[in-house]
């Protein structure tokens, strides 16, 4: 690969960003093996790898806590250029708390919009269907209203701002390949309407739940990932039980390993994690926290 900057152009997406999903420990016995002032420093460049507004920060950067003994923090980065988005990792890993982050998992993927989503011509003739009148001034203003509506659920589909609701769910998923249930041969038809009727059960939790799904087909293990962002946890739980009932998902779904966790800056997964005095890097951090609604 070159490494001329001119020619990383061609890393970029015509459309939409690429999208990691990292998982990470800490390394006990590696941390107590470290020197105080090696600590200090490990921590200082830890909080400044993971300021999303620092010199080095992704388009995209949240940090989460993550609950139980699958990983210690997760983080989530989408930017044009993959290698912006390495380069956190790198980051982490070459710092003095490097021997002591363990990478856990890690899903690679891009953004994209969904063949499912309608178009404006296809939009009008659900409104034909409906009964609206295609000649209608009503039919006309529901056309331009939707036409508005879809360029900013493309660009959120690209290029989304990340929510900062507080409970973050990430799953992997597969549509499946079985003799008598072969996602891949049914027709667009077929397929649009499970998935409409997927996202009419999801539609249900609005205000309460927000979801980015993004495409690791050609990328990862995985074809799809999803990550879902709510006000409590419970709602989490909710919106994964009563999708599974759809039929997209009870009969074509396969799903791989759950993260959960709970967005935290820098400092906030070192204080919860135990590591080192990180109360004495509180001032000057922009906590990420503080901004939420």
Request: aromatic content about 10%; overall charge negative; proline content about 6%.
């Amino acid at each position: 690969m070159s490494s001329d900057p001119r020619d990383q152009v061609s890393l970029e997406p015509v459309t939409g960003w690429h999208c990691t999903h990292f998982y990470f420990r800490f390394d006990r016995a590696r941390l107590r093996s470290l020197g105080t002032s090696e600590l200090s420093d490990g921590c200082r460049e830890f909080i400044a790898a993971l300021d999303p507004e620092g010199p080095g920060a992704t388009a995209r950067l949240q940090s989460l806590i993550v609950s139980g003994q699958k990983a210690d923090f997760g983080l989530i980065l989408l930017d044009p250029n993959p290698l912006a988005i390495d380069a956190v990792q790198q980051r982490l890993l070459a710092s003095p708390l490097g021997p002591a982050i363990v990478p856990c998992w890690s899903f690679v993927s891009m953004t994209e919009v969904s063949e499912y989503l309608p178009t404006v011509e296809q939009y009008g003739q659900t409104l034909a269907a409906g009964g609206l009148d295609p000649g209608s001034r009503d039919h006309q203003m529901k056309l331009r209203q939707y036409e508005r509506r879809l360029e900013v659920m493309r660009r959120q589909r690209l290029q989304p701002d990340l929510p900062v609701w507080p409970s973050v769910c990430f799953y992997p998923m597969n549509k499946r390949r079985d003799p008598d249930a072969n996602w891949f041969r049914l027709d667009f038809a077929e397929r649009e309407r499970l998935m409409r009727e997927h996202g009419e059960t999801g539609m249900k939790f609005a205000g309460k739940v927000t979801q980015l799904v993004t495409m690791g087909l050609g990328l990862d293990d995985w074809e799809w990932g999803v990550t879902l962002w709510a006000r409590n946890p419970e709602f989490l739980k909710d919106i994964v039980y009563r999708m599974r009932y759809d039929e997209a998902s009870a009969r074509y779904a396969q799903f791989g390993p759950f993260y959960v966790g709970y967005l935290a800056s820098a400092v906030e997964i070192l204080k919860h994690c135990r590591i080192g005095h990180a109360a004495e890097f509180d001032n000057g951090h922009p906590a990420e926290l503080a901004r939420r609604e």
